[in-house]
């Protein structure tokens, strides 16, 4: 099985709104996006803060819990879901990925996460273990 691990904030946030990296940085607000990661607020309150000049965006379209959202990630991998892991901090996300036959972790912290992953094959490596 191969591991893909990738966190879309550095690459696909940015190119979502037609800028590089260092131009999203420069135009977000300081805090909304780990706000919006920690669940202190929630989609329509990051899209009304996100951008320091009030510019809007539209918030239509495919989004988790969709099952749609997950459906599009498998055809563009072109993979079946069962070979897919999703892993996130909302457990709403995670059943709604194991309804389309992903499966599902519920991150709560690092050590569980790497144990949940180990039951099902996955071995992480970390720098202590090279």
């Known amino acids: 099985m191969d591991t893909i691990v990738r966190d879309p904030f550095y690459k696909d946030i940015p190119a979502f709104f037609g800028m590089s990296f260092d131009e999203f940085i420069v135009s977000k607000h300081p805090t909304a996006w780990i706000q919006f990661e920690k ?16 510019r809007d965006f539209d ?5 988790k819990p969709d099952a749609e959202f997950y459906m599009d990630v498998v055809r563009h991998l072109e993979v079946d879901p069962s070979y897919c892991i999703f892993i996130d901090d909302r457990q709403k996300n995670v059943e709604a990925a194991a309804e389309v036959g ?13 144990e949940e992953l180990s039951l099902m094959g996955v ?8």
């Open 59 to 63: 918030l239509e379209g495919k989004r």
């Open 102 to 114: 992903i499966k599902g972790v519920h991150f709560k912290n690092v050590d569980l996460l790497r």
């Open 123 to 130: 071995d992480i490596l970390t720098d202590e273990d090279q």
């Open 39 to 54: 669940g202190l607020i929630d989609e329509v309150e990051l899209a009304r803060i996100l951008f320091k000049d009030g």
